[in-house]
């Protein structure tokens, strides 16, 4: 398939502990974003990569949440010491130029 | 922060009725987008509003975007089943990138066979 894939598709994990959330865009595009969508507050925008250029994490809740994207490709959104308000699903989307295409997501539990 | 306010929250109707979701907001847009979604899946791009008034029908769906580029509409006709899922309008939070957004709270629609 072409488009945007994630993994895992589900993640339940404890409280405190780190989870790491993969994405991997379609390929050729240079664009990457990660949203994540809550019941209590929609879907909300949270790093965006783009080229070599430094990414914008101007979306990012807290220290705990980082991402990198390595060879311009597949990227990983690192929680660390997660929290139950992380609970959640992390969608990732990627572009060439224009709109993005969202993949299925990860539906992150944190108990 | 630019807002989109969504509403209703919640739709459920029966298959052949007519509905309207609204997309508002405070601020000015160069374009608004309308999303579909369903359960664990990724949104999918129903359409793109570019120009005040403009009017975009696909299908049974037809899109409005206000004359001053702050309100946005879909209207369904003739509802069915297929329909049901989660729809989000979504505008450019500002930026160089076209894929930074902001999206409104969404509207869960229900059509009922």
């Known amino acids: 398939g072409a488009g945007v894939s994630q993994s895992p598709s589900n993640k339940v994990t404890e409280k405190g502990k780190d989870v790491e959330l993969r994405c991997d865009p379609i390929s050729g595009h240079t664009a990457l974003y990660w949203y994540r969508q809550s019941l209590g507050q929609g879907l909300e925008f949270l790093i965006y990569f783009q080229g070599n250029s430094a990414p914008d994490k101007s979306g990012l809740p807290s220290d705990r949440f980082s991402a990198e994207r390595t060879g311009g490709s597949v990227s990983t959104l690192t929680i660390q010491r997660t929290q139950q308000e992380d609970s959640a699903v992390y969608l990732c989307a990627s572009s060439s130029v224009g709109l993005p295409y969202f993949g299925p997501g990860t539906r992150l539990l944190v108990l | 922060t630019q807002l989109l306010e969504q509403s209703p929250q919640f739709l459920s109707i029966q298959e052949g009725e007519n509905l309207t979701v609204y997309c508002n907001s405070s601020?000015?847009?160069?374009?608004l987008q309308w999303y579909r979604q369903e359960p664990g899946e990724g949104p999918v791009l129903l359409v793109t509003?570019?120009?005040?008034?403009e009017v975009k029908k696909l299908k049974r769906l037809t899109f409005q975007f206000g004359d001053a580029r702050k309100d946005s509409s879909l209207h369904i006709t003739a509802a069915q089943p297929g329909d049901t899922g989660l729809y989000l309008c979504?505008?450019?939070?500002?930026?160089?990138?076209?894929?930074?957004?902001?999206f409104g709270q969404g509207t869960i629609l229900t059509v009922h066979p």
């Open positions: 509003v570019v120009t005040g008034g």
């Open positions: 979504a505008a450019n939070a500002g930026g160089t990138s076209y894929g930074k957004l902001t």
């Open positions: 601020s000015v847009f160069s374009s």
